[in-house]
Nanobody, 117 residues
Framework: QVQLVESGGGLVHAGGSLRLSCAGP????????ITWHRRAPGKERELVAGISRTGSSTNYADSVKGRFTISRDNAKKVVYLQMNALKPEDTAVYYC??????????WGEGTQVTVST
């Protein structure tokens, strides 16, 4: 049973925007903190942004601060990553991860984001 599904990736020109979604229809979603990670070709996976269970707390990697915004809608069981002013170095596969105390950690299968010059 799939626990997390990412969507919204694609090809965009530098300076453009994309909004990624991370859906967790089978999770007790409000119990999970959600983080977005990315893996660029030839690089280690890195944390991009995170949001607390209620959405009251967020954090961002320095490389995306001021350009990316993470938000969540617990009623819809979705976390969003709004990505603006995209750069070629943002090209990566983006993954979401769900974490809750005492429960298994879940990862989605990822969505490709490609930013062209």
């Amino acid at each position: 049973q799939v626990q997390l599904v990412e969507s919204g990736g694609g090809l965009v020109h530098a300076g453009g925007s994309l909004r990624l979604s991370c859906a967790g229809p089978n999770l007790l979603f409000v119990d999970y903190g959600i983080t977005w990670h990315r893996r660029a070709p030839g690089k280690e996976r890195e944390l991009v942004a995170g949001i607390s269970r209620t959405g009251s707390s967020t954090n961002y990697a320095d490389s995306v601060k001021g350009r990316f915004t993470i938000s969540r809608d617990n009623a819809k069981k979705v976390v969003y990553l709004q990505m603006n002013a995209l750069k070629p170095e943002d090209t990566a596969v983006y993954y979401c991860k769900a974490t809750a105390m005492g429960r298994p950690v879940y990862w989605g299968e990822g969505t490709q984001v490609t930013v062209s010059t």
